[in-house]
């Protein structure tokens, strides 16, 4: 098992950030990445819906032998996890509970914002887990669509990004948070601009590196960490356009990608 890969999956491209943040804390950690691009945005989808698509894209990653899977879309945390959990016969890891956990314990106030899809943010699933750790905490949470596709378009350090950023975030401001929690993988790409807007009073938690730190703990915990000592490859499987993963995807991994294979997802009725 030791030697066998980390499986994360992600609707599209944002898990690449989660992934990239694995890398860099695991360097010896094989992993293969899925991206559901041909069904992306799962954001809009039915609970029910998100559910099955979260179990076809775990099935494919255990096909793959993978020792520890990472339900890197926030949507398929709020929504599949437990049931991931429950069906799966591999240890499954969300991003909502790890930037959860990260924004109890950087709160002085315990005033943390929040910022995600609206799917997410009408979950309650970062709110519940917040509250859950810290009764006393007093969340605010603000859905912000438009900064998903800022960043795909690579516009996410300019002056359109910071006037959306402004206006989206000035309702934050005025709640007086001391921490915002970064809840959609894409977010981590603006982290510049949203710094800059909520200044350096306000702590930004990404859920993606918080994630990565839970990963390497739980391996740790099962001993089936790989500390072979050598540079890790990853593998990246999509379900649809491989070559314009490839060519967007860099942004979010931070390294180049040469290639992307397309999948095949054994469908559930």
């Keep these: 098992m030791k030697n066998n890969p980390i499986g994360i999956f992600d609707s599209g491209l944002g898990g690449l950030t ?34 099955r698509y979260a179990l076809e894209d775990a099935a494919f990653l255990q096909s793959h032998k993978v020792k520890l899977i990472v339900a890197a879309c926030n949507t398929a945390s709020a929504n ?45 699933a970062y709110t519940s887990a917040i509250v859950d750790l810290a009764p ?14 800022l960043v795909e378009e690579g516009w996410n350090d300019n002056e359109i990004a910071l006037s959306i950023a402004k206006k989206y975030l000035v309702e934050l401001q005025e709640a007086d948070i001391d921490t915002l929690v970064l809840g959609c993988t894409h977010y981590p790409l603006l982290k510049g601009i949203i710094a800059k807007v909520m200044g350096p009073g306000v702590t930004l938690i990404d859920s993606a590196a918080a994630t990565a730190t839970v990963v390497s703990a739980l391996l740790e915990k099962e001993g089936i960490k790989n500390s072979s000592g050598s540079n890790a490859s990853h593998a990246f499987f999509v379900t649809d356009s ?10 979010f991994f931070g390294k180049r990608l040469n290639c992307a294979s397309l999948a095949e997802l054994e469908r559930r009725s």
């Design 18 to 51: 989660v992934l990239s943040e694995v890398a860099r804390l695991l360097p010896t950690e094989e992993t293969i990445y899925l991206g559901d691009t041909a069904r992306v945005p799962y954001g809009i989808k039915s609970k029910e819906t998100v559910v």
């Design 80 to 124: 599949a996890l437990d049931i991931l959990q429950k069906v799966l016969n591999v240890p499954v890891i969300g991003v909502i509970e790890p930037g959860a956990r990260a924004a109890v314990k950087a709160t002085k106030t315990g005033r943390i914002g929040i910022i995600g899809t609206s799917a997410t943010i009408d979950s309650n």
């Design 136 to 149: 006393e905490a007093k969340t605010f949470a603000l859905a912000c669509p438009l900064f998903v596709p």
């Design 242 to 251: 491989p070559d314009n993963f490839v060519k967007v995807g860099t942004r």
